[in-house]
T-cell receptor
Framework: DVKVTQSSRYLVKRTGEKVFLECVQDMDHENMFWYRQDPGLGLRLIYFSYDVKMKEKGDIPEGYSVSREKKERFSLILESASTNQTSMYLC?????????????FGDGTRLSIL | AQSVTQPDIHITVSEGASLELRCNYSYGATPYLFWYVQSPGQGLQLLLKYFSGDTLVQGIKGFEAEFKRSQSSFNLRKPSVHWSDAAEYFCAVGAHNQGGKLIFGQGTELSVKP
């Protein structure tokens, strides 16, 4: 089975801090994704990456950046955390870039910005 | 543009009763369709997927879904719901030439009455 591991289940940070969320997958997947999930809004794509050092903006990239230095690891960075970034963050990976590939999800990081 | 609509935000069914969760999509060609389930505090787990062929697909945990092109629907069904099925359910669509991105519906929360 595919394993997608997010480094923290719960995280509390302060406004203005630089925050790193880490995600690792163990199945040599090409694609990796970061979503945020908020009640009533479903999953919204922040950024995705289809190869090492490659990244594409999703629907809500403002205030975020990403890093993919190795194929198995995809990091989400909050450059200067704000309270409106309090949310559940989900990482996912998929095998290839075709649309018929299911995404495999980590357990999520619940981030609170105080 | 592609979109996915789950008309029901919250559904309550009695244990042992049948279940149908609705999903409608908007896409010009035959889409790739997925249903995911999210238990509280967890990531998303793939229930089933449809790409082509038989329009009735079987998934895990006793779920099935039927693709109806004429109605642009992909409804999820289960003949007899168990208390452990209480969770949030997401329908998603993937498309050709979209880099492996999925578009998610807003989710339907299922509650199960004893």
């Amino acid at each position: 089975d595919v394993k997608v591991t997010q480094s923290s289940r719960y995280l509390v940070k302060r406004t203005g801090e630089k925050v790193f969320l880490e995600c690792v997958q163990d199945m040599d997947h090409e694609n990796m994704f970061w979503y945020r999930q908020d009640p009533g809004l479903g999953l919204r794509l922040i950024y995705f990456s289809y190869d090492v050092k490659m990244k594409e903006k999703g629907d809500i990239p403002e205030g975020y950046s990403v890093s993919r230095e190795k194929k198995e690891r995809f990091s989400l960075i909050l450059e200067s955390a704000s309270t409106n970034q309090t949310s559940m963050y989900l990482c996912a990976s998929s095998f290839r870039t075709e649309g018929n590939q299911p995404q495999h999800f980590g357990d999520g990081t619940r981030l609170s910005i105080l | 543009a592609q979109s996915v609509t789950q008309p029901d935000i919250h559904i309550t069914v009695s244990e042992g009763a049948s279940l149908e969760l609705r999903c409608n999509y908007s896409y010009g060609a035959t889409p790739y369709l997925f249903w995911y389930v999210q238990s509280p505090g967890q990531g998303l787990q793939l229930l089933l997927k449809y790409f082509s062929g038989d329009t009735l697909v079987q998934g895990i945990k006793g779920f099935e879904a039927e693709f109806k092109r004429s109605q642009s629907s992909f409804n999820l069904r289960k003949p007899s719901v168990h208390w452990s099925d209480a969770a949030e359910y997401f329908c998603a669509v993937g498309a050709h030439n979209q880099g492996g991105k999925l578009i998610f519906g807003q989710g339907t929360e299922l509650s199960v009455k004893p």
